[in-house]
């Protein structure tokens, strides 16, 4: 990724940090309306400490977005774990919308071209590594 990718990213990630745990709660409220069958996946699960892993998990990749690599067995162990509760591929492109969604909530306007392909091309690098565990236990 660009530098300047890599500032948007960053930039806008801030957003959701600083909104907290109400950012994470609307991102699974999207996510749920996006994709329905999401919400099944979360049934027997504690939210509020799964919206503390997503913060804690997606900052360190946010983080590291220029060396996600030195993360890939990481990500691909996070990968095995969600195919072993039912995350199936469509359910990614789910997470894209919703993380997406969420964020231009979170800064009030519509993510303009140059974030949105920053985001686009962060998220892939992030997904590429669990898709490759979760195809390992399909």
């Given at each position: 990724?660009?530098?300047?990718e890599?500032?948007?990213?960053?930039q806008?990630?801030?957003?959701?940090?600083l909104?907290?745990?109400?950012?994470?709660?609307?991102?699974?409220?999207?996510?749920?309306?996006?994709?329905?069958?999401?919400?099944?996946?979360?049934?027997?699960?504690?939210?509020?400490?799964?919206?503390?892993?997503?913060?804690?998990?997606?900052?360190?990749?946010?983080?590291?977005i220029?060396?996600?690599?030195?993360?890939?067995?990481?990500?691909?162990?996070?990968?095995?774990?969600h195919?072993?509760?039912?995350?199936?591929?469509?359910?990614?492109?789910?997470?894209?919308?919703?993380?997406?969604?969420?964020?231009?909530?979170?800064?009030?306007?519509?993510?303009?071209?140059e974030?949105?392909i920053?985001?686009?091309?962060?998220?892939?690098?992030?997904?590429?590594?669990?898709?490759?565990?979760?195809?390992?236990?399909?």
């Amino acid at each position: 990724m660009s530098p300047e990718e890599i500032e948007h990213v960053n930039q806008s990630w801030q957003s959701i940090v600083l909104m907290g745990d109400t950012a994470i709660q609307m991102f699974y409220r999207r996510l749920f309306t996006i994709d329905a069958s999401a919400h099944a996946l979360f049934s027997e699960t504690q939210m509020a400490e799964q919206r503390v892993k997503f913060m804690e998990t997606f900052g360190l990749l946010v983080e590291n977005i220029d060396n996600l690599e030195a993360h890939e067995l990481m990500l691909e162990e996070l990968g095995r774990r969600h195919a072993a509760v039912g995350v199936e591929d469509h359910h990614y492109d789910a997470v894209h919308q919703a993380l997406v969604s969420t964020i231009e909530s979170s800064l009030g306007h519509v993510l303009d071209r140059e974030a949105r392909i920053a985001w686009d091309i962060a998220y892939r690098r992030m997904t590429t590594a669990m898709r490759r565990g979760a195809a390992e236990v399909n």
